[in-house]
C-alpha cells in the first residue's frame, strides 16, 4: 500500500466533494440508468417512484448469448465502484481481492455489473439526490426503501441492459439479502447464487444496533430534522459515532485484541484525560471520521431501515421454504465462524430452507477470526469456494 | 472407472438412474461424483469437515457442511428416492435415529458398514486380547471416531426393531469379492469384511 499516493488521492477528492458535495448524488462518475415517468418504480411502501435513477459500473465483456453477466450487490455502506477506483476515497474497489482479469470472479470470462442500491448516495435515486418535483435534495420526502424496492430497481437495470437471466446473483451482508430476494422475486432469471455472510431476516439483536446507529445521526443538531443539505450543513458527529459503533460489529474480539490489545497510541503512558488514550480508540475515531466524508446521513438511515424491514419468510407466510419454492437456482452459501453479526445459524436456517424446498445447495463454514467483515477480505477458503461454485456452474451452463 | 472402491460400485449400481440421492458422510465427493456421471442422478451431499465440502463445491456437487446426528432432522419427508450412509454409521452418535431419519427422508436408505463380527477382528480379541486394528480399521481405540461398532447379525436387528426392509444385502470379503447369496447369516457374519443393505420403510 503506497500511503502517501492514498493520501494525496483522497484529499484531491474530498477538494472535489468539497465543491460540490451533491455532484455524486446526482451526476455520478459512473455510468448511470435514468428511468421517466412512464417507467416508474412501484415501492413496497405504496409509492410509485416517478423519475429515478440507477448508477452502476460493469467489467468486462457480454458475450453474445447474453449469458455470462454476474450482478454483484454491495452491502451497507458499499457502493458500485466493486472493482475500480472509487471516485470519493479515491481508494481500490471494495472487493477488487475478488474481482477482476485472473481473479476468482474473472472478468475475462465474466461480464460484471455492480449497482448503487436504490436509497444509496453514489448516484441511485435516494434521500441525498434531488427530488425531479422541486429540483432540491429528497431528504425525508424520499419513501422508505426495502431490500425488494432494490432489487426490483436492479431488475429494470438488468431490463435495460438487454439481458434476461443472470448467470450469477453474488453478495455479502446486506447485499446477500439482496441475493436472497433476487433468488426468490426472479428465480427463472438467477442461474447461480451466492449469498454470503447473511439472513433470511435482520435478528432483534441486529435492528437494536441499527436504532443506536440511527438515534446518534438523529441527535446530532446539524441532522435538522433531515434538512441539513438545504441548510448546508452535515450531521458529521452524530454519523461518525454511528459508524464507529456499527464497525465494532463487523470485527470479532479476537481480531480487535490482535490488532490493538490495550497498546497506547503514539503515548508511553495514559493521559488521565479522554484524549484517545488506546490505539483502538483511535482507530474507530478514524472510521468515523472517513466514513462522513463519503457517506450521507440520511442514506444511512434509509439503508439500515431496510436492513431491518427484511424478513423473506414473512413474506411468504412466515415460511422460508416457500421463497424458494421450485427454484432451479444453484445455491451456494457460506458464512465465517467468527462473524457474530449474521452467525452461521442465520445461513443455516437458509440451507434448511432451500433442502426443505428441494434446491440446490452448497454450504460451507468459513474459518475466520475476522468477524462479519472477513467476507471482504483476502479469505483464501472464501476464493476457492467461490473459485469451484463459479466454475462448476459456468461448466453446466456452458460457458467457456 | 475401474479404481473405483468395490462397495461404492456396489451402491452406485443400487441407485435408479435419474432419481434423487442424498449421501450422508460423503467425503470429498468420490461417491457422488459416481452417481452423477454413471448413473444421472440429482446427487445432493452433507458432510462434517470443511476441506470435504470445500472439495466437494469445487467438483460442483451440491454438499452442505453437516453432522448427520443433528441435521438430518431438518429434512422434509421423502424428499429423497435414496440416503446414502456410506462407512459412516459406526461414527455416527444415534445409529437407530440416524437410520429412522434416513427412511424418513428417503424412499430407500442404503448403508455400508465395517462388520465387526469378521474372524479377524473376532479373533483379536480372542486370542490376544486387545481392540482390533486392522487395514480397514486401523485407528487405536483412543483416537478412531468410530464409536458404534456392530457386526452384519447386529444390523440385521436393528433393521428388524425399527421396521426397515432389507431388499437387498451384500457382504463383501476381504479381497472385494461377494459371499454367496446362498450362505447363512451366520457365515456372512463370520467372512463378511463389510456389508451394504439396500432397505426400505416397512409398513407402520
Given at each position: ?400 | 472407472m475401474s479404481d473405483v472402491r468395490i462397495d461404492l460400485s456396489l451402491i452406485a449400481d443400487m441407485v ?5 440421492v442424498l449421501d450422508v458422510g460423503c467425503g470429498d465427493g468420490e461417491l457422488l461424483e459416481l452417481l452423477a456421471n454413471r448413473r444421472?442422478?440429482?446427487a445432493?451431499g452433507i458432510e462434517l469437515s470443511r476441506v470435504g465440502v470445500a472439495g466437494c463445491?469445487a467438483r460442483?456437487l451440491?454438499v452442505?457442511q453437516g453432522d448427520a446426528d ?12 435414496y440416503v446414502i450412509l456410506s462407512q459412516t454409521i459406526q461414527a455416527t452418535r444415534a445409529p437407530r435415529?440416524v437410520l429412522?431419519?434416513m ?6 436408505a442404503i448403508v455400508s458398514f465395517p462388520n465387526f463380527g469378521h474372524w479377524s477382528i473376532r479373533a483379536q480379541i480372542a486370542f490376544r486380547g486387545h481392540m482390533p486394528v486392522t487395514g480397514n480399521l486401523p485407528d487405536s481405540w483412543y483416537d478412531t471416531p468410530n464409536i458404534h461398532f456392530c457386526t452384519i447379525r447386529d444390523f440385521v436387528r436393528l433393521c ?6 432389507t431388499?437387498r444385502a451384500v457382504a463383501l470379503n476381504a479381497a472385494g469379492g461377494g459371499i454367496g447369496v446362498k450362505a447363512p447369516w451366520w457365515f456372512w457374519n463370520l467372512f463378511g469384511q463389510q456389508a451394504v443393505f439396500l432397505l ?5
Amino acid at each position: 500500500m503506497t500511503a502517501a499516493t492514498n493520501t494525496t488521492g483522497r484529499e484531491n477528492a474530498k477538494a472535489q466533494a468539497l465543491r460540490d458535495p451533491l455532484r455524486e448524488a446526482n451526476e455520478p462518475t459512473s455510468l448511470v440508468a435514468r428511468f421517466g415517468p412512464e417507467r416508474g418504480l412501484v415501492m413496497d411502501c405504496g409509492v410509485t417512484l416517478a423519475g429515478w435513477q440507477i448508477a452502476y459500473q460493469t467489467y468486462g465483456t457480454l458475450n453474445a448469448a447474453r449469458s455470462n453477466a454476474v450482478l454483484v450487490c454491495h452491502a451497507l455502506t458499499g457502493d458500485q465502484h466493486v472493482a475500480s477506483t472509487n471516485p470519493v476515497t479515491g481508494k481500490a474497489g471494495w472487493w477488487e481481492v475478488l474481482i477482476g482479469p485472473g481473479k476468482p470472479l474473472d472478468t475475462d470470462r465474466f461480464f460484471v455489473i455492480c449497482s448503487n442500491v436504490l436509497g444509496g448516495c453514489l448516484g441511485s435515486s435516494g434521500p441525498a439526490s434531488n427530488n425531479p418535483a422541486t429540483g432540491r435534495p429528497w431528504g425525508l420526502d424520499f419513501p422508505l426503501v426495502t431490500i425488494r424496492d432494490m432489487v426490483r430497481a436492479q431488475a429494470m437495470l438488468i431490463d435495460h441492459l438487454g439481458i434476461e437471466s443472470l448467470f450469477a446473483v453474488i453478495g455479502g451482508s446486506m447485499g446477500g439479502m439482496q441475493v436472497l430476494q433476487w433468488a426468490s422475486s426472479y428465480p427463472e432469471r438467477v442461474f447461480a447464487a451466492m449469498p454470503l455472510a447473511t439472513g433470511a431476516r435482520h435478528s432483534a439483536q441486529n435492528i437494536a444496533f441499527h436504532e443506536v446507529g440511527r438515534q446518534a445521526v438523529m441527535a446530532d443538531p446539524d441532522w435538522r430534522e433531515g434538512r441539513y443539505l438545504d441548510a448546508d450543513t452535515r450531521p458529521s458527529k452524530g454519523l461518525s459515532v454511528a459508524r464507529m459503533g456499527a464497525h465494532i460489529t463487523y470485527l470479532s474480539e479476537a481480531a480487535l485484541h490482535r490488532k490493538f490489545g490495550r497498546n497506547l497510541q503514539d503515548r508511553d503512558s495514559r493521559t488521565f484525560s479522554f484524549d484517545a488514550d488506546f490505539q483502538v480508540e483511535s482507530y474507530l475515531r478514524h472510521q468515523g471520521l472517513s466514513f462522513v466524508e463519503r457517506f450521507d446521513a440520511n442514506s444511512y438511515l434509509y439503508l439500515t431501515r431496510a436492513m431491518d424491514y427484511f424478513d423473506l419468510a414473512a413474506d411468504h407466510g412466515g415460511v422460508l421454504a416457500r421463497a424458494f419454492a421450485g427454484s432451479k437456482t444453484r445455491f451456494c452459501v457460506a458464512s465465517f465462524t467468527s462473524d457474530w453479526l449474521f452467525p452461521t445459524s442465520d445461513s443455516r436456517a437458509i440451507v434448511h430452507a432451500l433442502n426443505a424446498s428441494g434446491a440446490s445447495v452448497s454450504f460451507v463454514e468459513l474459518e475466520s477470526d475476522k468477524g462479519h467483515d472477513a467476507f471482504l477480505l483476502d479469505e483464501p477458503e472464501l476464493f476457492a469456494t467461490l473459485r469451484g461454485f463459479i466454475g462448476a456452474a459456468a461448466r453446466v451452463r456452458g460457458l467457456a | 472407472m475401474s479404481d473405483v472402491r468395490i462397495d461404492l460400485s456396489l451402491i452406485a449400481d443400487m441407485v435408479e438412474p435419474g432419481s434423487r440421492v442424498l449421501d450422508v458422510g460423503c467425503g470429498d465427493g468420490e461417491l457422488l461424483e459416481l452417481l452423477a456421471n454413471r448413473r444421472n442422478v440429482d446427487a445432493r451431499g452433507i458432510e462434517l469437515s470443511r476441506v470435504g465440502v470445500a472439495g466437494c463445491v469445487a467438483r460442483g456437487l451440491s454438499v452442505v457442511q453437516g453432522d448427520a446426528d443433528t441435521d438430518l432432522g431438518d429434512y422434509p419427508d421423502d424428499a429423497f428416492d435414496y440416503v446414502i450412509l456410506s462407512q459412516t454409521i459406526q461414527a455416527t452418535r444415534a445409529p437407530r435415529v440416524v437410520l429412522e431419519n434416513m427412511l424418513r427422508i428417503g424412499r430407500r436408505a442404503i448403508v455400508s458398514f465395517p462388520n465387526f463380527g469378521h474372524w479377524s477382528i473376532r479373533a483379536q480379541i480372542a486370542f490376544r486380547g486387545h481392540m482390533p486394528v486392522t487395514g480397514n480399521l486401523p485407528d487405536s481405540w483412543y483416537d478412531t471416531p468410530n464409536i458404534h461398532f456392530c457386526t452384519i447379525r447386529d444390523f440385521v436387528r436393528l433393521c428388524d426393531e425399527i421396521g426397515a426392509v432389507t431388499e437387498r444385502a451384500v457382504a463383501l470379503n476381504a479381497a472385494g469379492g461377494g459371499i454367496g447369496v446362498k450362505a447363512p447369516w451366520w457365515f456372512w457374519n463370520l467372512f463378511g469384511q463389510q456389508a451394504v443393505f439396500l432397505l426400505r420403510r416397512g409398513r407402520p
